[in-house]
């Protein structure tokens, strides 16, 4: 093989793997944000959403409610729970590490809410002509993911203070079969508020647990309701330096093939 084509072959192998390394260190996991916008209020979610399969027990229907806040807006009709139709204050007193400000229903249809039903009053078409999370407790939604996920954060609304205060509790299911669970006070978010909780954080605090979960319990003591669950899916992404060696051994191989090949053509 003659020098010249020698080094277009080695350069092509430099090109090859400084490009595989560069693209493979900007791949990201896909995030996805269940919002629950897309269905109407007071639709039961008895299917799977955006490939997570959601119930819950404690109330007479296995699966949640959707509930839009924006029903208590003028000109938006009502329901009958006037708590949830309320704008959102920030949290009370939110100490837990992770826990703020949750987001507020100023701008219509910017996000429902997800709710255990207290009744199956007007459900059997699949759309609850009540939507109503006035059911006494302890109450459990579930999420159960196809594969297992990185959980970001999730919104919380109207754990009240209470005497006693109510609850949430957030357990996770990891990988693997170990658990890992995060309490959280109505005397941190309060009546008619909201709260994000920041799992991100959680995780960074308590090293060595491990963040791929495969099923979220939420527990509340009496009512409350959840939205925005963000998560990523669980995969690893190559080293970028592993799949740059990868690009620079096919090269080779190509480069060594041709140069044997030439010497058979020469004896």
């Known amino acids: 093989m003659s020098r010249a084509r020698s080094k277009k072959l080695l350069l092509l192998a430099a090109v090859v793997a400084g490009t595989t390394a560069v693209s493979v260190g900007r791949a990201e996991a896909a995030m996805t944000t269940l919002d629950f916008t897309q269905f109407e209020h007071g639709r039961v979610l008895d299917f799977d959403v955006s490939g997570v399969n959601i119930s819950t027990f404690g109330g007479p229907l296995s699966s949640p409610v959707v509930f839009d806040p924006n029903q208590g807006l003028p000109d938006q009709g009502n329901s009958a729970d006037p708590d949830l139709e309320t704008?959102?204050?920030?949290?009370?007193?939110?100490?837990?590490?992770?826990?703020?400000?949750?987001?507020?229903?100023?701008?219509?249809?910017?996000?429902?809410?997800?709710?255990?039903?207290?009744?199956?009053?007007?459900?059997?078409?699949?759309?609850?002509?009540?939507?109503?999370?006035?059911?006494?407790?302890?109450?459990?939604?579930?999420?159960?993911?196809?594969?297992?996920?990185?959980?970001?954060?999730?919104?919380?609304?109207?754990?009240?203070?209470?005497?006693?205060?109510?609850?949430?509790?957030?357990?996770?299911?990891?990988?693997?079969?170990?658990?890992?669970?995060?309490?959280?006070?109505?005397?941190?978010?309060?009546?008619?508020?909201?709260?994000?909780?920041?799992?991100g954080q959680f995780f960074a605090q308590n090293a060595g647990t491990n963040q791929q979960v495969e099923r979220l319990k939420v527990k509340l003591s009496a009512s409350g309701a959840v939205s925005n669950l963000k998560f990523s899916n669980g995969g690893q992404v190559p080293e970028p330096a592993?799949?740059?060696?990868?690009?620079?051994?096919?090269?080779?191989?190509?480069?060594?093939?041709?140069?044997?090949?030439?010497?058979?053509?020469?004896s």
């Open 242 to 266: 592993s799949l740059g060696l990868f690009g620079v051994g096919l090269i080779a191989l190509l480069f060594f093939g041709a140069r044997r090949r030439e010497a058979a053509v020469a």
């Open 87 to 199: 704008l959102f204050g920030a949290p009370l007193n939110p100490t837990t590490l992770g826990l703020s400000a949750g987001p507020t229903n100023t701008v219509p249809d910017d996000f429902h809410l997800i709710i255990v039903q207290e009744n199956t009053f007007g459900c059997g078409d699949g759309v609850c002509n009540s939507p109503d999370d006035d059911v006494p407790g302890p109450n459990y939604i579930l999420f159960d993911f196809a594969e297992a996920v990185t959980i970001n954060s999730i919104d919380i609304f109207d754990i009240d203070q209470g005497n006693p205060p109510e609850t949430i509790i957030f357990t996770l299911y990891h990988e693997g079969g170990s658990q890992s669970s995060v309490q959280i006070g109505g005397n941190e978010i309060g009546n008619n508020r909201s709260a994000s909780f920041d799992l």
